[in-house]
């Protein structure tokens, strides 16, 4: 049985979607600045990288693509003061999150949530939808001078429980999850089916397992090897 001594989830994709507030914001956005909506598909497929990154996808619209400096600077203050105003209006817990929280921590697991969100968004988010204090450590995507899918927020998550690596795992939703697990060396690390992945399959990232909700992780441990990384989901 791999029994992790500290479990790390990831916010945006995998606890919450918070899509429905960042789509929003975005489109008011747009329109503050004289440009059409993109409307919530589009939006879903941007998110996942920090809300920098959002506001560029947004103004070129392309995963890729880099505004016009003068434009950026123009764009990202609205967007920070709409979505401050509007971080947990429309955004929802997804189903099974609050029961697998109650049965890691029931048993007895040590939870730290990771996330690419500023802090000034992650932690109202947290409190709002009453999930905050599941966690002994968040780490926010401004915490550090890195963010997911470098491996320095997991890392310090790890010195900060005073585990080896190798006896962490990571839940997330996206291939910045699975690139920040393997770069740290965790051992292992799972994958919600139902997340941001810029319209990707998660499966394709080959996390160790895929699962349908958090509620199928405390039995999936229980499949786990020590250190496995054979398990890959079909």
Not at 122 to 132: A, D, K, M, N
């Amino acid at each position: 049985m791999f029994r992790p001594r500290m479990i790390l989830i990831d916010l945006d994709g995998t606890l919450v979607d918070s899509v429905p507030d960042l789509a929003f914001s975005v489109d008011r956005m747009m329109e503050r600045l004289g440009r059409e909506p993109w409307g919530e598909a589009a939006v879903r497929n941007w998110v996942g990288n920090g809300v920098e990154r959002l506001v560029c996808r947004a103004l070129t619209g392309s995963l890729d693509g880099e505004p016009a400096p003068e434009a950026f600077a123009r764009a990202l203050p609205i967007f920070l003061e709409l979505y401050a105003a509007n971080t947990s209006e429309r955004s929802r817990l997804y189903a099974g999150v609050r029961e697998g929280l109650d049965a890691l921590g029931g048993s007895g697991y040590r939870l730290a949530c990771v996330t690419n969100k500023a802090a000034q968004f992650t932690e109202p988010l947290l409190r709002h939808l009453g999930v905050r204090d599941y966690f002994e450590l968040v780490v926010s995507g401004d915490t550090l001078e890195h963010k997911k899918p470098h491996p320095a927020p997991l890392l310090h998550a790890a010195r900060h429980f005073g585990a080896q690596p190798a006896d962490a795992l990571m839940v997330g939703d996206s291939i910045s999850d699975v690139r920040a697990a393997r770069a740290a060396g965790f051992g292992a690390i799972v994958c919600v089916s139902y997340g941001y992945n810029h319209g990707h399959d998660i499966r394709e990232a080959a996390p160790d397992a895929v699962i349908d909700a958090l509620t199928e992780l405390p039995a999936l441990l229980q499949s786990l090897g020590a250190g496995t990384a054979a398990m890959r989901s079909a």
